[in-house]
């Protein structure tokens, strides 16, 4: 079957760093997109990887492993409005279509 | 500002009724998506047109929902009779898709209600 695993919900404290790990497994390859949703708002793109290693974008990175169907996003130096559901999501085929994962809840507090 | 467009932004209808939900995606992008998201579900993809082509709607359930692109400008959702079990958020995107990958940007959604 097709799975794209995340955990639920992460808590941490403003100023931390937070690694939301994604574990996939699906019929087909084009990538891997991180994606933010903030309650009531739509999806906005975060980062994608297509090669194996990490990109990094401000204070965000991402991590790929193809060979382990592994991959992170790193948030440092977390705000308040860093709070909001992140998403995994795995390119299935070459025009775009994308599987997402159950989302990550991430509580920031004070 | 480039954005995707969703109409209506929120609808309520009763079980049975013919609702159709509109999106104008972002101009020169050749790839549309619509998404259904729901808490038990979270998104799922329900079909998407390619250069306006449908490449793929098997998400979707044939017998009550369908998809047309009538031009570039304009793609549309129908549920023909809505269910309560239909009730969700309703996400076009759109992307410029060259290479093989491709960035979707969302529209806000529409949220649905079937009452």
């Known amino acids: 079957g097709q799975n794209i695993d995340q955990p639920t919900e992460m808590t941490a404290t403003e100023g931390a760093i937070v690694q939301i790990n994604c574990t996939y497994q699906t019929s087909g390859f084009n990538g891997l997109f991180w994606y933010q949703q903030h309650a009531g708002e739509a999806p906005t793109f975060l980062s994608y990887?297509?090669?194996?290693g990490l990109e990094e974008k401000g204070r965000f990175s991402s991590f790929l492993s193809r060979s382990k169907g592994y991959s992170y996003l790193l948030l440092k130096e977390l705000q308040m409005k860093d709070s909001a559901s992140y998403l995994c999501?795995?390119?299935?085929?070459?025009?775009?279509?994308?599987?997402f994962g159950a989302g990550t809840q991430v509580v920031v507090t004070p | 500002d480039a954005r995707v467009t969703q109409t209506p932004r929120h609808k309520v209808t009763e079980m049975g009724q013919e609702v159709t939900m509109r999106c104008q995606p972002i101009l020169g992008h050749n790839t549309v998506f619509w998404y259904r998201q729901t808490m038990m579900q979270g998104l799922e993809l329900l079909a998407y047109?390619?250069?306006?082509?449908?490449?793929?709607d098997s998400g979707m359930p044939k017998d009550r929902f369908s998809a047309e692109m009538p031009d570039a400008t304009l793609a549309t959702l129908k549920i023909q009779p809505s269910e309560p079990r239909d009730s969700a958020v309703y996400f076009c995107?759109?992307?410029?898709?060259?290479?093989?990958?491709?960035?979707?940007?969302f529209g806000q959604g529409t949220r649905l209600t079937v009452v």
């Open positions: 047109f390619r250069n306006r082509a449908p490449l793929d």
């Open positions: 995107a759109s992307g410029l898709v060259i290479t093989g990958n491709t960035e979707a940007f």
């Open positions: 990887n297509v090669l194996d």
């Open positions: 999501a795995v390119q299935t085929d070459s025009w775009g279509k994308l599987q």
